[in-house]
């Protein structure tokens, strides 16, 4: 099973940066593909960044241009970049990847919260 555990969160100043981390761990040969999720309290979690073991990568709209997503295979880790940062942002932010074996994304971190406010 993989363990996922985010860190980096905080308040962020509207037009700011913050920057995210994710560290896997576990018993697999190799991290797969990873997702940056995140989660206002009512709505649906929703996709922001996906980043494959190669180093692909896509976004959802509202944040290409602002956010990053980059990893470091060694350390079994994964980043988010997030610049210009602005109050629709404010989330608690999840990264995902699936477990051995899996197809889908099962395997989930305890999230990390951030909030962007003056």
């Known amino acids: 099973q993989v363990q996922l555990v985010e860190s980096g969160g905080g308040l962020g100043q509207p037009g700011g940066s913050l920057r995210l981390t994710c560290v896997a761990s576990?018993?697999?040969?190799?991290?797969?593909?990873v997702a940056w999720y995140r989660q206002v309290p009512g709505k649906r979690r929703e996709l922001v960044a996906i980043i494959s073991r190669s180093g692909n990568t896509n976004y959802i709209d509202s944040v290409r241009g602002r956010f990053t997503i980059s990893r470091d295979n060694a350390k079994n880790t994964v980043y988010l970049q997030m610049n210009s940062l602005n109050a629709a942002d404010t989330a608690i932010y999840y990264c995902?990847?699936?477990?051995?074996?899996?197809?889908?994304?099962?395997?989930w971190g305890q999230g990390t919260q951030v909030t962007v406010s003056s």
């Open positions: 576990g018993s697999f040969a190799s991290l797969g593909t």
């Open positions: 995902t990847t699936n477990n051995p074996g899996s197809v889908e994304f099962d395997a």
